[in-house]
């Protein structure tokens, strides 16, 4: 009986260690797809902001060179894109910088402080982690926006003199930190499908 009892609890300390194990990969794994889809997500939008900077002329001027402002600068259209992007889905993206121009774009505690980091560490391309909001586990996924050349006619120099969007040059130059992307994604139906799991080895073991 006592050869039995021993037994029983050691087959049951290597299940347990086994159960542990396959959570810690599974869950490690649904932490992967989640960044490689923040990943695409965020580039899709970078790609969009980047043809729509490039084509401001053909959107502005006319087929007889008149010009007229149409509204379709890339801040403009990224923020669209975020407001139907989230009514479409459950995630979250939006464009943020520390001084933003719209309240819509204002960072939180999570952006602002990796945006510090972005500042700080030009070499630094992502920052991702787990966070709660509003009750809710959620994915955090940012990635920083240098400034690039057709970024400068709204954001360049002279400091304080009006773009053509009516707010103030903040006198960036080149590469300097423009702002950030910021997507955030809930983490129930990846924890749901770990937690299934988890039942499932329990029920068969």
Same mark, same amino acid.
Request: hydrophobic share 40%.
């Given at each position: 009986?006592? !050869?039995? !009892? %021993?037994?029983?609890? =050691? ?42 900077? *490039? ?19 890339? $801040? /403009?259209?990224?923020? +669209? ?12 993206? /939006? ?15 999570? +952006?602002?402080?990796?945006?510090? *980091? %972005? ?12 966070? =709660?909001?509003?009750? +809710? #586990?959620? !994915? ?5 926006? #240098? =400034?690039? &050349? ?10 304080? +003199?009006? @773009?053509?969007?009516?707010?103030? /040059? &903040?006198?960036?130059?080149?590469? @300097?930190?423009?702002? $950030? ?6 983490? @129930?139906? !990846? ?11 329990? %029920? %068969?073991?």
């Amino acid at each position: 009986h006592r !050869f039995m !009892f %021993f037994t029983t609890i =050691v087959v049951v300390f290597i299940m347990l260690i086994n159960l542990a194990w396959d959570y810690h990969t599974t869950r490690a794994q649904a932490i992967l797809e989640m960044h490689e889809k923040a990943q695409v997500i965020t580039k899709q939008l970078i790609a969009t902001r980047e043809v729509i900077a *490039k084509n401001q002329d053909k959107i502005n001027f006319d087929s007889q060179g008149n010009f007229e402002f149409k509204h379709l600068n890339p $801040a /403009k259209v990224g923020m +669209e894109i975020g407001y139907i992007f989230g009514e479409l889905t459950d995630y979250s993206i /939006k464009q943020t910088r520390i001084d933003s121009r719209s309240g819509y774009n204002a960072p939180d505690e999570f +952006e602002k402080d990796s945006l510090l *980091k %972005f500042e700080q560490d030009p070499h630094l391309t992502e920052i991702w982690g787990e966070d =709660v909001v509003d009750g +809710e #586990r959620v !994915f955090r996924y940012m990635v920083p926006l #240098r =400034v690039k &050349e057709e970024c400068l006619a709204c954001h360049g120099e002279p400091v304080g +003199e009006r @773009d053509i969007t009516g707010h103030l /040059k &903040e006198g960036y130059i080149l590469d @300097d930190l423009g702002g $950030a992307i910021s997507l955030i994604m809930p983490m @129930d139906l !990846f924890l749901q499908g770990i937690r299934a799991d988890v039942h499932r080895h329990l %029920f %068969f073991s």
